[in-house]
């Protein structure tokens, strides 16, 4: 909630420049976004269809291995 | 590759397009825009720098994860960023369980005591009352007051701030003044 209050001294409330520049980076923005974006993506070995066939070509070298 | 030469010569739909496209190229309407809302956040809080750095950056993340839905409607494509800051301080405002104070100075007050044509001059213990009328006005009623008084907008960036017409904003802001000074004749 807020509420005004009287600023007798009547300063300015505009910002300095240095504070823009210091408030500015776009970098940081990007970054944060393609965090925001990109959260939740699953490691490829938690795919079901890629797990199976991971574990398929695993059980075949296993057995290849076994044969000679 | 944009040129620097080229990307002045860009026009807001053209720089949303690009950007749209890609979102590294959000940075140019960021670097156009940055200033102008870090300004109108600093000033709603009253000079918090890091506060209101944060909720302005806050607001370009917003306006860049939601740039897909941006049509342009015949606003400037400013005024739908000012439409998000503004909603990310209010509900800053909102989040705070403590009261936040802003400040106003005298300059300020004495443009709505002119436009609310209730006296000329004021003393000081006057002044503090209307402040306190004031702070019993609804939020929505405060930001409009905040707007026309403090951030200085023309009706005509109001208007385009609510999607409203010039018109509307004008009559809002004027129907608020009458209340404020019904209020302080009631007192009086």
Do not use: C
């Given at each position: 909630m807020r509420k005004f209050k009287l600023n007798k001294e009547n300063k300015d409330l505009s910002p300095t420049e240095a504070q823009i520049k210091r408030q500015k980076d776009f970098s940081r923005l990007h970054h944060d976004y393609e965090k925001l974006t990109k959260r939740g993506k699953k490691p490829l070995y938690k795919d079901p269809k890629l797990f199976i066939l991971l574990f398929l070509l695993g059980l075949i070298a296993f057995l290849v291995f076994l044969e000679y | 590759m944009i040129r620097k030469k080229d990307i002045a010569k860009l026009t807001d739909s053209e720089l949303v397009s690009l950007a749209k496209k890609k979102s590294r190229h959000f940075g140019l309407l960021y670097d156009k825009y940055f200033e102008q809302i870090f300004r109108f956040v600093f000033k709603r809080l009253g000079g918090k720098e890091y506060?209101?750095?944060?909720?302005?950056?806050?607001?370009?993340?917003?306006?860049?994860?939601?740039?897909?839905?941006?049509?342009?409607?015949?606003?400037?494509?400013?005024?739908?960023?000012?439409?998000?800051a503004q909603n990310e301080v209010s509900m800053y405002f909102r989040s705070q369980?403590?009261?936040?104070?802003?400040?106003?100075?005298?300059?300020?007050?004495?443009?709505?005591?002119?436009?609310?044509?209730?006296?000329n001059y004021m003393s000081s213990e006057e002044q503090e009352?209307?402040?306190?009328?004031?702070?019993?006005?609804?939020?929505?009623?405060?930001?409009?007051?905040?707007?026309?008084?403090?951030?200085?907008?023309?009706?005509?960036?109001?208007?385009?701030?609510?999607?409203?017409s010039e018109a509307s904003a004008k009559m809002r802001t004027y129907r608020i003044l009458e209340k404020i000074a019904k209020k302080w004749n009631e007192k009086q």
């Amino acid at each position: 909630m807020r509420k005004f209050k009287l600023n007798k001294e009547n300063k300015d409330l505009s910002p300095t420049e240095a504070q823009i520049k210091r408030q500015k980076d776009f970098s940081r923005l990007h970054h944060d976004y393609e965090k925001l974006t990109k959260r939740g993506k699953k490691p490829l070995y938690k795919d079901p269809k890629l797990f199976i066939l991971l574990f398929l070509l695993g059980l075949i070298a296993f057995l290849v291995f076994l044969e000679y | 590759m944009i040129r620097k030469k080229d990307i002045a010569k860009l026009t807001d739909s053209e720089l949303v397009s690009l950007a749209k496209k890609k979102s590294r190229h959000f940075g140019l309407l960021y670097d156009k825009y940055f200033e102008q809302i870090f300004r109108f956040v600093f000033k709603r809080l009253g000079g918090k720098e890091y506060i209101a750095g944060d909720l302005t950056q806050q607001a370009f993340i917003k306006a860049m994860a939601n740039l897909h839905k941006y049509e342009d409607r015949g606003f400037p494509f400013s005024s739908w960023l000012y439409r998000i800051a503004q909603n990310e301080v209010s509900m800053y405002f909102r989040s705070q369980k403590k009261v936040f104070t802003v400040e106003i100075n005298e300059n300020q007050l004495s443009s709505i005591v002119n436009e609310a044509q209730i006296g000329n001059y004021m003393s000081s213990e006057e002044q503090e009352q209307l402040i306190a009328m004031m702070n019993d006005l609804e939020q929505e009623h405060l930001d409009i007051i905040e707007l026309r008084f403090f951030q200085e907008m023309s009706f005509k960036e109001i208007a385009d701030i609510y999607s409203i017409s010039e018109a509307s904003a004008k009559m809002r802001t004027y129907r608020i003044l009458e209340k404020i000074a019904k209020k302080w004749n009631e007192k009086q």
